[in-house]
């Protein structure tokens, strides 16, 4: 990375930074290292050991994929507006254009708001980033798939074999067996996702309840959106789901789902969703967990968006080599 590239990066994160102060949230720091995670069956992640004099065994620690686990007891403790600038560390994806193992997340959260407060404060800081006036398109996923996939996406979910057949259709080769979060996975990737790339931020709204997320439910949707820009997946956003039982559910299923496909298992704290439990009412100073909305966006990408770049590794001080070269012997 040459240097104005570095002063780039680093006037973006300044501007970031003092936007979310700006707003009186609060900057946490918290761990990197967790000897629990949030089960995210879509995920791996990387494990060390902590060794110390007298202890029997080492203890399994994992980097954090997102410091959501850590900001949400911080929410559940203060009901605080909260952000926060760190390094994730994502394993099992390839290196590439858009990935890098390790890379950095802006994750934020405010209090009494829901995923629409969250799409219009996430709106003004592009803004504030681009350093001019930002509008976002705003598309429900209902109308993405009817747009560029050419069928309604409930009324397919909710036929037997209507998702394998629309995929069909639309040329692809569904392998036997898919359930409709996959086949809805295989759809969006090939027949939605890439028609994103000629359209300016686009935030696609209203996610099927079927694919399964700690976002609040509304009838056959969930309060979430993402975010595009050129083609690339930015951000991504809940009206956070504050119901124990769940956010209980939503654990043990994932934890189930890991336990079967994850090349690295990790440890997962199961009394977390107690945190959710003592609700106690929406007031500021009242116990629990209250009503909010988190996004989390990949500060990375956002920097190659803005800086006009088309690799990530542009904009990244020191990335990671690419695949090691035993991989391809």
């Known amino acids: 990375m040459d240097i104005e590239m570095l002063r780039q990066r680093a006037g973006i994160i300044r501007r970031a930074r003092s936007f979310f102060d700006a ?15 949030i089960p995210e069956s879509c995920l791996e992640v990387f494990e060390t050991r902590r060794i110390m004099p007298g ?36 394993n099992g994806e390839s290196s590439g254009r858009l990935h890098n ?19 219009a404060l996430t709106e003004e800081l592009f803004s504030v980033l681009s350093l001019r006036p930002v509008r976002f398109i705003r598309i429900t996923m209902a109308e993405a798939f009817g747009r560029w996939a050419g069928f309604d996406l409930f009324s397919a979910a909710e ?49 099927p ?4 997320c700690l ?17 690339i997946e930015l951000a991504n956003c809940f009206s956070e789901e504050t119901d124990p039982a769940e956010v209980r559910r939503f654990f043990e299923s994932e934890a189930a789902a890991k336990e079967k496909s994850a090349l690295i298992r ?12 003592a609700h106690g009412g929406q007031a500021r100073n009242a116990r629990g967990f209250p009503r909010c909305s988190g996004v989390a966006l990949g500060l ?17 001080p020191f990335p990671l080599p690419g695949e090691p070269l035993n991989n391809f012997v």
């Not at 193992?101 to 799409?119: G, P, Q, V």
């Not at 509304?218 to 050129?230: D, F, I, P």
């Open 209 to 212: 309840a079927f694919v399964p």
């Open 215 to 231: 976002a609040k439910k509304r009838g056959g949707t969930v309060e979430r959106w993402e975010l595009y820009a050129a083609g």
């Open 101 to 119: 193992h390790e890379f950095t997340m802006l994750e934020y959260y405010t209090m009494d708001a829901d995923y629409i407060d969250s799409l």
């Open 266 to 277: 990790h440890h997962i704290d199961h009394n977390y969703w107690n945190i959710f439990r």
């Open 300 to 316: 990375d990408r956002l920097i190659m968006y803005l800086a006009g770049k088309s690799s990530i590794d542009t904009v990244l």
């Open 159 to 207: 036929t037997p074999g209507g998702l394998e057949t629309e995929a069909r259709r639309l040329g692809l080769d569904p392998m036997p067996g898919l359930d409709i979060p996959a086949l809805y996975d295989l759809i969006f990737i090939h027949a939605v996702e890439p028609k994103l790339r000629g359209e300016g931020p686009v935030a696609l709204l209203d996610y």
């Open 23 to 37: 707003k009186n949230y609060l900057e946490t720091d918290t761990p990197l290292l967790s000897p629990d995670l």
């Open 55 to 90: 202890m029997a065994s080492p203890q399994a620690l994992y980097l954090i994929p997102s410091p959501e686990i850590w900001m949400k007891k911080l929410i559940a403790g203060h009901r605080v507006n909260i952000y926060q600038i760190c390094k994730c560390f994502r």
